[in-house]
């Protein structure tokens, strides 16, 4: 799924950049440089810059996509999963500030593994590792959007 998109994504950067040549410092709209003929360019991007590739797009346009916020996602899931409140001797209290403040790492622990299953079944994607995660109906309305 992660290729599939990064292919259209991909397909997105080339429409929205022109070829550009570096020697020359001109846009090649043909694909050609029209003064030295190279046809070795790199790409051009309105307001952002020139760079071979276009990893560097890709990050750009993703930007346009909301990140997921791991924690709020999963606390959000948490808040559905389990009773909001849980009884401490006769104590009623928070069952996610129990889960966050005393039980810190494992809530990092599941947090992680939810985020790692969420990814699995195709609610959530990544394209840097994990590092970032998008929504992937995000993803295919921003792919559908600009394609
Ligand atoms: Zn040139």
Same mark, same amino acid.
């Given at each position: 799924?992660?290729?599939?998109?990064?292919?259209?994504?991909?397909?997105?950067?080339?429409?929205?950049?022109?070829?550009?040549?570096?020697?020359?410092?001109?846009?090649?709209?043909?694909?050609?440089?029209?003064?030295?003929?190279s046809? !070795? =360019?790199?790409?051009? =991007? !309105?307001?952002?810059?020139?760079?071979?590739?276009?990893?560097?797009? #890709?990050?750009?346009?993703?930007?346009?996509?909301?990140?997921?916020?791991?924690?709020?996602?999963? !606390?959000?899931?948490?808040?559905?999963?389990? %009773?909001q409140?849980?009884?401490?001797?006769?104590?009623?209290?928070?069952?996610?500030?129990?889960?966050?403040?005393?039980?810190?790492? !494992?809530?990092? #622990?599941?947090?992680?593994?939810?985020?790692?299953? %969420? %990814?699995?079944?195709?609610?959530?994607?990544?394209?840097n590792?994990?590092?970032?995660?998008?929504?992937?109906?995000?993803?295919?309305?921003?792919?559908?959007?600009?394609?």
């Amino acid at each position: 799924m992660n290729e599939e998109f990064l292919e259209k994504l991909n397909e997105i950067a080339f429409q929205k950049s022109e070829p550009f040549c570096y020697g020359c410092y001109v846009i090649c709209p043909s694909g050609r440089c029209s003064k030295c003929g190279s046809d !070795d =360019l790199m790409r051009h =991007l !309105d307001g952002v810059g020139v760079e071979w590739g276009t990893d560097w797009i #890709i990050k750009e346009l993703l930007l346009d996509i909301d990140e997921v916020d791991q924690e709020e996602s999963f !606390d959000e899931y948490l808040e559905s999963a389990y %009773e909001q409140e849980c009884s401490v001797a006769w104590l009623k209290v928070e069952t996610l500030r129990i889960l966050k403040e005393l039980c810190e790492c !494992d809530y990092r #622990i599941a947090l992680n593994d939810w985020i790692s299953s %969420e %990814e699995e079944d195709g609610e959530i994607v990544s394209f840097n590792n994990g590092v970032t995660y998008y929504k992937v109906s995000a993803v295919k309305e921003y792919i559908k959007e600009n394609s």
